[in-house]
């Protein structure tokens, strides 16, 4: 069995598609490193969510709440720090209400999309430079992958597959694979996806709806 992709000028949209492909792979390295996180947060996304409205006046109240708690633990701070023997107890309850009201008020949240843009910028700008004048081809077979009649990986060292909507993303121990499905040669896709399965070792992953 061999199938034949034709490098050609990647088209923008991909662009989109390769992100929600990376996002894939790192939410999945996350189940995997923290099963019992996952199984709650999947019981929160299960919960019907409330309307852009409710959602904006849960925010306003919480910012409400949080400058309330940092002026109540700012009060109890002062005094629980100039004397903080007799006020122990008032500096503890102080220095809780102030950090709480800093949650509320700001709500931190880590950003780990910057991350996989970083990522995303980094893997289509090598693509993206393509040469049109000499043609890349990628070719697969049982034994691995070539590039231009070259071995570029064994199937053994591939690791995961994500199918989307335009673009094929390949992980595998050096880095990544990016492939346009309108560059399959005289197979379509779902012939493709056949042949892939038929390595029991690759995790295969679709994202069929990604724009």
Not at 122 to 132: H, M, P
Request: with cysteine.
């Amino acid at each position: 069995m061999k199938f034949t992709f034709l490098l050609s000028p990647y088209e923008e949209r991909g662009k989109s598609q390769l992100f929600d492909a990376l996002k894939k792979l790192a939410e999945m390295k996350s189940r995997k490193a923290c099963p019992r996180m996952w199984a709650g947060i999947d019981k929160l996304d299960a919960i019907p969510k409330v309307s852009k409205s409710t959602s904006e006046k849960r925010r306003k109240r919480n910012k409400v709440y949080g400058a309330f708690l940092i002026i109540l633990g700012l009060f109890a701070l002062i005094p629980g720090v100039m004397a903080p023997k007799e006020l122990f107890d008032v500096l503890i309850v102080g220095a809780a209400a102030f950090l709480l009201g800093v949650v509320y008020l700001f709500q931190p949240r880590i950003n780990s999309d910057q991350r996989l843009q970083k990522e995303t910028e980094r893997i289509w700008s090598g693509y993206k430079t393509l040469d049109e004048v000499k043609p890349t081809t990628v070719v697969f077979q049982d034994t691995g992958i070539w590039e231009n009649d070259q071995m570029l990986v064994a199937f053994g060292d591939l690791l995961q597959a994500v199918f989307c909507q335009d673009v094929i993303l390949l992980n595998w121990e050096r880095g990544f694979i990016l492939l346009q499905r309108k560059d399959l040669q005289d197979a379509d896709a779902d012939q493709f996806l056949e042949f892939m399965k038929g390595h029991p070792t690759l995790e295969i992953y679709y994202l069929e709806s990604t724009t």
